[in-house]
C-alpha cells in the first residue's frame, strides 16, 4: 500500500493517492486534476476509484475531469444525491483496492452528507491502517459544523457522535489523513502539521478532549470565523457535477483597445492580480485588487461576484494563467481574458489610471500620534482586531466593505490597514469602486507597524500559516 499526500497551497487542501501494485484511488481531488495521472503513470499504477468524503465547500473538486481522464468511477455519500453517476456509499459499506480493505462510515458534522474511509492492509494485518476523514478530523482541530444556517447546533451534536463513537474507536496506531491543514476555513485552529494517528489526536486535540457534549457544541458554535461567499456555491457545483475544465474557454490575450472596450461592459470586472504596491501606483480604474501572493482564491471567491466575466490584469501570460487556474478552484469559471503588456502598455495607450498612494509605517504613525483627520480602517478579521490593534482605528473586516463602506465619508481622508498591506489593499480598490478619492494603503500593515517599533508583536503575523480569519484566543489590546 502507497499514500501519497498533495497539498495545495493556500486553500490548504490535502487529497491522495492510494495505491496499490497496479491500481490506485484518488481521495478528494482538487479540479486541476492532471497532476493524479502523471502520478499514477510514475507509480505504474492505473486510476479505478475517485473517492469523495463530502461536499467540499471551499473548493471545486476534481472529481468529473478525473473520471473523464481516466475512466475511474467515482464514490460517495449517498445522501449527497450527486447529479451524475456515481457509487453510492452508506455506514458499513464495504469494498477492495488489492489487499486493501476500505470500510465506509457515516460521519456527519461538519456536512450532514460526510462519510469516512477506514483502510485496512491486509497483506499486513488486519487492523485499521489509516483513515481518510474529509473535514470530520484534522490535525489539532474538528470540522466546523455551522456552514449550514440553522443546523449548526444539529450538526455539532452529530459530529459529537461521529466522533466519540466511530473515529475515536479506532485503534491509535491508525493514521489520520484529513482534508485541509492550517489556513483553511473549514475549521479554526488547525495544526501546520499535515497528517497524525487516532492516538496523538486523542490525547492533544483540544475538541477531541471536550468530553461534554454540551461543552462540545458550544465551542463549535461560538467564535467561528466567518464563511466566504464561496462556500455555499462551491457545494452545490459539486454536487451537480463541476463543469469540465477542458470544456472552459482558453485564456484570451487581449490588446489594450479591445480590452478597454471589453471593461466597460455591465456584465464585466477587472481583476488585478498584481501586488498591492504595483496596484497602488497604476491601476485600471474601478479594477478589484486583490494579490496573487494573498490568500488569492479564498478572496477572490469571497469578494468577486460570480455572475460577472473577469478581465485580468498581471504580470505576465504566466501570472494571468495562474490566476485563472486558480480562480476556477473556487467556481470563478468565467475568466475571459489578460491584458497583453500589462499596465505599461495602458499607460503607454493613453488610458487613464487610479492610484492608492502607499503610506509607510513610519508615515501612519506620524499621523497617528499628530492626530491628523484621517479615518483609519482596519480590515482584519474581529479577533485579529481584538489581539492587536492601533488605538480610533475602526474594524470593518474586507469582506464587509462591500456594504459597510456606507458608515464611512468619501469626503474624508481614509487609511486603511491589514496584516501585510494584501487585504487593505482589497479594500482600498472595493472603496475606490464606490467613490473614494482620497484612499491609502498601509504598507507593511500591522507587521510592519509593529517592527517599525510602533506597537507589541503581532503575535498572528508571524506564523506563516496562521489563518487570516485570526486563530488567537488572547486579549485585545489598543495603540
Partial sequence: MIIQQFFTKKIAHSSY???GDKVCAIVDPRRDADMYIEVAREMGTRITHILETHLHADFISGHMDLAKKSGAMIYGPRSANFDFDYVPLSEGDFFEIEDM??????TPGHTPEHISYV?????????????FCGDTLFVGDVGRPDLFPGRAEELAFKLYDSLHEKIMKL???????????AGSLCGRAMAA??????GYEKKFNYALNISDRREFIRSLTHG?????DHFGRCTDINRQGPVKVSNLSPLEELETSIFSSLAAGNNVLVLDVRNFEAFGGQHVPGAYSIDIDSNFPTFAGWLLPPEKDILLVSGGYGQAVEASIQLRRVGLDRVYGYLTGGMYAWVTAGY????VPQLSSHE??????QGDATVLVDVRAVKEYENFHIQNAINIPVAELRERYVELDPAEETVLICGSGQRSSMGSSLLKQKGFEKVFNAAGGMRGYAEAGFGPECPLCTLPWASFAGRSNMGSSGI
Fill in 17 to 19: 493517492f492510494l495505491g
Fill in 193 to 198: 502539521k499535515r497528517t497524525s494517528t487516532i
Fill in 119 to 131: 483502510v485496512t492492509d491486509r497483506s499486513r494485518g488486519e487492523d485499521p491502517v489509516a483513515l
Fill in 224 to 228: 467561528m470565523p466567518d464563511a466566504p
Fill in 364 to 369: 501612519l504613525h506620524q499621523r497617528v500620534i
Fill in 352 to 355: 487613464p489610471t487610479g492610484h
Fill in 101 to 106: 480493505s476500505i470500510k465506509v462510515l457515516e
Fill in 171 to 181: 485503534p491509535d496506531t491508525c493514521e489520520v489523513y484529513p482534508a485541509h491543514g
